[in-house]
């Protein structure tokens, strides 16, 4: 089968399709015909050296989520058949025409969306509810504040937040405002221009928000806590902009009875990315199945093109998710 390879880490032009041999399907996996791959910042930084020469459990090879077709079915699979149409987060391998993945990472479809967009679901979505709802536990009425609302996981978080019954303050680029305001948000904070937590004050009147979805780091770590109610929960779901410098208002942490909650996938045990994927498909199949919440795709680009795909990811130009296409 083809797929995209690597020999020495490097810049995008390092990756490469190549014949290379087909997963080797284990009880518990489906084998599923890609239709189309997502592209994620934890490619970036596997294609870059962060993770080392690591096997995330499905393949050495790149890629982390797919849609596509299944092809063969473990002997210990309940509830999937060949034919089916599935989405899922993989152990590596998605960047490829096969890829395996145990069936608790898989969802199936919805009819009302193709491949190409339900590859962009999986990753984003799991993520921004695991942050969104299972840890923050936002109820309906109360304020989100989510940074990086133009990414994959931030226009997921926007969407859902919305969908909760919740009131959205975001931050993007200027020019994609308007953009992010056509999927839910409520006010939108130009990060690069304005101060978001003095915008936070004027609309909640001083109160600050009840959840923050953060995916920068130190530089908005002191703004974070300032902007945050009495009870806020502020969970910390990258760290784009580092850890150095960074400042916690400990006064404010003890007297607002505040909550920090780390989070991130990759490093989490087998049987807790399953509950992860179950609670997720539990909550909202049925909303991409009527069409109230979908995925926000930037782009597409054949597999082939993966060099170009990391490159429009690295520009930070995209709006929602980036899928590589597999013939």
């Not at 880490?9 to 084998?31: M, S």
């Not at 130190?218 to 945050?228: D, G, H, K, Q, V």
Request: glycine share 12%; aromatic share 8%.
């Amino acid at each position: 089968m083809k797929a995209i390879q690597f020999d020495a880490f490097g810049d995008a032009d390092v990756l490469q399709i190549r014949e290379v041999p087909e997963p080797v399907l284990r009880p518990t996996d489906l084998l599923v015909k890609v239709a189309a791959a997502g592209i994620n910042r934890a490619d970036l930084s596997f294609r870059n050296g962060f993770y080392g020469w690591a096997d995330f459990g499905d393949s050495p090879l790149i890629g982390l989520e797919m849609a596509g077709e299944v092809v063969a079915v473990g002997r210990d699979v309940p509830g999937y058949k060949v034919g089916d149409r599935v989405m899922g987060i993989t152990g590596g391998g998605a960047y490829a025409e096969l890829a395996r993945l145990d069936y608790r990472m898989a969802l199936p479809v919805p009819d009302n969306l193709d491949l190409v967009e339900a590859a962009g679901i999986m990753e984003v979505f799991v993520t921004a509810h695991e942050a969104l709802i299972h840890l923050a536990g936002l109820q309906p009425g109360e304020w989100a504040l989510v940074h990086a609302a133009s990414g994959g996981v931030g226009s997921a978080a926007v969407q859902l937040a919305k969908a909760r019954g919740g009131q959205v303050i975001f931050t993007a680029p200027g020019a994609r405002i308007d953009k992010v305001k056509a999927i839910g948000g409520d006010v939108g904070v130009d990060y690069k221009t304005q101060d978001f937590a003095r915008i936070v004050a004027e609309i909640t009147e001083g109160r600050g928000v009840d959840v923050i979805v953060d995916f920068i780091g130190a530089p908005n770590l002191e703004r974070n806590i300032r902007s945050m109610n009495y009870g806020g929960r502020l969970v910390q779901v990258g760290i784009m902009g580092g850890v150095a410098d960074a400042k916690l208002p400990l006064d404010l942490l003890l007297y607002r009875h505040l909550r920090i909650i780390g989070t991130v996938m990759k490093s989490r045990d087998q049987a807790v990315k399953h509950a992860m994927v179950q609670r997720f498909g539990e909550a909202w199949l049925g909303h991409f199945a009527n069409g109230s919440i979908r995925p926000v795709i930037d782009s597409s680009y054949s597999l082939d093109q993966a060099p170009e795909a990391h490159c429009r990811m690295e520009t930070g130009a995209s709006f929602g998710k980036i899928i590589l296409r597999v013939p």
